[in-house]
């Protein structure tokens, strides 16, 4: 799993962010001063964008309160990956989220995604649920899309793991912004039953159900390692299939 720059950047400013009624404010933001080599201020869906690829990073202009984002060479990606690396191994396992305890029962529905697929989590214990409740308007929610897409793609020819992302929002609204931003789970519209009735209060909320139907990993917010923590019990999980 190779994080995004601008994220890593993010999670050292703030090690967890949690979509809740309270917004946590981070160093880089919109308001924050980006320009481009030639001195030009860069809009911050651009300049965020750059940071995404992995391929630019952001150096801070001494002496003001602004950065300049420059494309990295070979060996300054190299180390950056070796230091996401070593910082991703010493942090502490994300927070559990507190209804949905690891080794307890999950207790399962069915579900219908957009597209008119149907997964039964109630009966079906043959294979690897991967859940995520999320919503449009969440900021970690959108930040965190690009890495599970990533891990969408590892797994995408293992029927043995299945994604859902539950989503509150309404299917029409979820189509609109599917079509700007790809999410590449399976998406479930309408998700607010559901986040009620697993008592869902920060978003996102991950939760990975294993064959047996028991919780093995869940976690509130988004912090440096969620995504680690993900494809590390997804594939604990597949050696026993």
Known sequence: MKAYLFIIILFFAVSVHAQTTTRTTTKLDENTIVKDSSGTVLPYSIWQKLMQTGEYNLKKVTGLDEFVAYKMNDVEKARADERRKAAILNMPKPRQAASLKEGEKFKGDKFTDINGNKYDLKTSIDKVYVINFWFINCPPCKQEIPE??????????????????????????????????????????????????????????????????????????????????????????????
């Open 148 to 241: 599970l897409n990533k891990v969408v793609e590892k797994y995408k020819d293992n029927k043995n793991v299945v994604f859902i992302g539950i989503g509150l929002d309404n299917k029409t609204d979820l189509a609109a912004f599917l079509k700007t931003t790809p999410f590449n789970y399976n998406i479930i519209d309408e998700g607010r039953f559901y986040a009620q009735k697993y008592e869902i209060d920060g978003y996102p909320t991950h939760v990975i159900v294993g064959k047996d139907g028991l919780i093995k990993f869940s976690t509130i917010g988004l912090a440096g390692n969620t995504v680690y923590w993900i494809e590390k019990t997804i594939g604990e999980q597949l050696k026993g299939i």
